[in-house]
Structure formats: C-alpha cells, structure tokens
C-alpha cells in the first residue's frame, strides 16, 4: 500500500525544518510558507543555518504546496478588488492618487525640507485609524523615525482636529528611531510579528534614504548602499503583498548640476528607488500654507498636479 503523502501547510511540515529552524525562521520574517517559496536558498542558509541541499528541498516543497506559477490577468484584477485606500486629508491630492494612499503599494513622497512631506506621514498616521467609510483603514500604524523628526504633538494636534480621542491615537502610533542603516532594515525585517499582533495597517519610513546617505559616502560605496536598500524595499513591498497594507515613505532630495535649465531637483536613491515605488510624488512649497504636489509616476495614473495646504488642524484644501 503506497505510503500517505503528509499535506504542507506549516514550517513544520517542510522536509529539514524542525520546530527550532522553524521558529528561527519566524523571527526573520519568513512565518508563511509563501516566504518561503520566493525565498532564496541563501536566506535560508543564513538565517536558519540549513545546508543548500537542505534549504533548496524545503523551498521546491513550500513552492509545491502553494502551486506557485502563472496566474491568468482576471485573477490579478481580482484580486486587486481587495485594495484599500487611506485618504490624505486633502480631496485634491486623494483625487490626483485616485483616492488615496493604496494598500499593496510603495508610495513615496520626495522634496525639500518644509515642503509637507513629514506632514503628511502624521496625518496619515492618524488617519488609518478612522473608520473605513471615512477614508481609513481602523488600523494602527508603525512609524520608523530616521531623522528624529517625529513629534507626538503634531499627531495629538490633528486627532483632536478631527474629533478623535488624541491620547488612544497617540497609543496607536508604535514609533521606533533608528540608529543606523542596519538598524532600520532589521525594524522592517522583524516587522511580520508587530504588523499581525497590533492590527497594524500602515508603515510609514521618514525618511527612507537618510540613514543610508549619512554611512554610504563616495563612489567607493554606492554598490553596496544600492544593494542593501535593494534588499530593504524588496522586504517592505513583501509585507505591503502579505498584509495588504500601503507603505509610506518619505525621501531626501539633492540638486542635479547638470540640468541648467528647470528643476534641478532629484529624489535621492537613483533607479532603485525609482523602480520599486509604486507612486512617488514631488512636494514643494508654495505661498503661505499652500504645497504643490506632483505625481511623477504611477503604473495606471497620468501624471498631474495638485495644490494642498498644511495647517494647524493638518492636511487639507
């Protein structure tokens, strides 16, 4: 009688992985046979110390069980019908991003300094805690400060601009400062278990390149500055896919010498960067409390502007 073939449904199940590999492997993030699947061997010989022979049998089984392949583009679409979307404040830059801040996506704002950027990761951080028919998501948000620019004030001000409780959307906000490049990325990959245990439905990164800026200097190192924030963007828009959640970041700007003429400037993180966010805007400041906003790409959006304001009570027209 041929022998019962033993069904995959959890780390434990894949051929090499014990209950000690597996719990090693949840503590990197890899907690779902689908992170398995798309994993490399060489993430596993790193992180759960398996042999290649080893780590390639449990990555072909978890692929095998998940019938990993082709999809049909109905299937995408949807798929897609699950997406949700967290409103600006503003109905003009919602109209421009055609609702709002997306889940399953990477959307990035770059500009200069006092040109709304860091102002609407606040805003945003409270509105996903607003009810679904009100633009939010009834979610929490985790908030990783690179710049040391959070300030629970401003968060406090805008709840109470939209008539919420400030103090429990104050406790909402989990805010982490990093301490360097490394720290970051390892506050993204350790991410799975904060997002799944306190209903975390935002992430939000101001700002995304400073941390590596400020260690990666000349020439000499940019392969590897480029390489590692590679690797940081592939793991957030893994969580973005898994957990259906937007990821916000902000990002840094520098002045290109070469354009004589029109705007010299750049978001920092070249094509990286470029290619893996799904929307990226271009904020500058305009008179009094008035911002321009540009979307500069978008995979379905035409490019197009808008005027916001930032006020007292936060981001609106």
Known sequence: MAEKIKKITTLEDLPGIGETTAT?????????????AVASSGDLIEIAELG????????????????????????ILKRRQGISKITTGSKELDTLLDGGIETMSITEAYGRFSSGKSQLAFQLAVNVQMPKKDGGLEG????????????????????????????????????????????????????????EKNNVKLIIIDSLTSRFRAEFIGRGTLADRQQRLNKHLHTLQKLADTYNIPIFVTNQVMSNPAIMFGDP?????????????????????????????????????????????????????
């Open 52 to 75: 290649e022979a080893t780590a390639k049998k449990a990555i072909d089984a978890a692929r095998d069980a998940l019938e990993v392949g082709y999809e049909t583009a109905d299937q």
């Open 24 to 36: 090693k492997l949840r503590e990197a993030g890899f907690a779902t046979l689908a992170s398995i």
């Open 265 to 317: 400037t750049q978001p920092v993180g070249g094509n990286i960067l470029a290619h893996h966010a799904t929307y990226i805007l271009y904020f500058r400041k305009s008179k009094e409390d008035k911002r321009i906003a540009k979307l500069v790409d978008s995979p379905h959006l035409p490019e197009g502007e808008c005027i916001f304001k930032v006020t007292e009570k936060g981001i609106g027209d």
């Open 140 to 195: 929490n948000c985790m908030f990783i400060d690179t710049e040391s620019t959070f300030r629970p004030e401003r968060i406090k001000q805008m709840a109470e601009a939209k008539g919420m409780d400030a103090d429990q959307t104050l406790k909402n906000v989990f805010v982490a400062k990093t301490f360097n490049a490394e720290h970051q990325m390892l506050l993204i990959e350790k991410a799975n278990e904060m997002v």
